[in-house]
């Protein structure tokens, strides 16, 4: 009896210092708007890969592959960071893209192994967008410093989406 214990109090034990040494969570976070526009006309905003001038802090994208998947992109942001990204997933009639992040700065945007889908879905002269991702924080071991963490990361993100779901609104509203 006394060994199925101790071998009980070992096991927890393990359990115990495996949850303490355990690295970073993958976050998630999902941002939405309404916009007063049909779908396709969103759309034609935001579903050409190749171009993120939708995206308030991307100067130029350069690109291969059009929007089949691995077609791949270069967004240079205004003060010179890129972010290099590669197509997963492509639905021009369902409106909706997958896309990873293959290279990017921590110091850019404080992520590592980052994915994210955007979706539009319409009806009549009303158009949700939706666009959401899933990461690591920048920094991936414990303890990360403040700029790296959890927290940062989907501030970061959240900012991010934010900016370009109220830039696409106001594009496709305004009617550009």
């Keep these: 009896m006394k060994f199925r214990t101790l071998a009980a109090v070992a096991a927890l034990a393990t359990v115990t210092f495996a949850a303490q040494a355990h690295g970073p969570t993958r976050q998630k976070v999902s941002e939405s ?17 190749q171009d993120g001038s939708w995206i308030p802090v991307v100067e ?13 992109r270069t967004l240079t942001l205004k003060g010179g960071a890129t972010v290099e990204e590669e197509l997963a997933k492509y639905d021009a009639e369902k409106k909706t893209f997958m896309y990873r992040i293959n290279k990017v700065d921590v110091k850019t945007l404080p992520v590592n192994d980052y994915s994210s889908t955007v979706e539009v879905e319409g009806e009549g002269d009303k158009t949700k967008m939706t666009w959401r991702g899933a990461f690591y924080r920048g920094y991936m071991n414990n ?21 370009g779901l109220e ?10």
């Design 33 to 49: 708007i309404e916009i007063n526009a049909p779908a396709d006309k969103v759309w034609a905003i935001v579903g050409n890969f």
């Design 60 to 72: 130029k994208t350069e690109g291969k592959g059009g929007n089949e998947v691995k077609a791949t």
């Design 143 to 163: 303890d990360p410093p403040p700029e790296l963490n959890d927290e940062a990361a989907k501030k970061a993100v959240l900012g991010l989406y934010k900016a």
């Design 167 to 176: 830039n696409v609104k106001a594009k496709a509203e305004k009617g550009s």
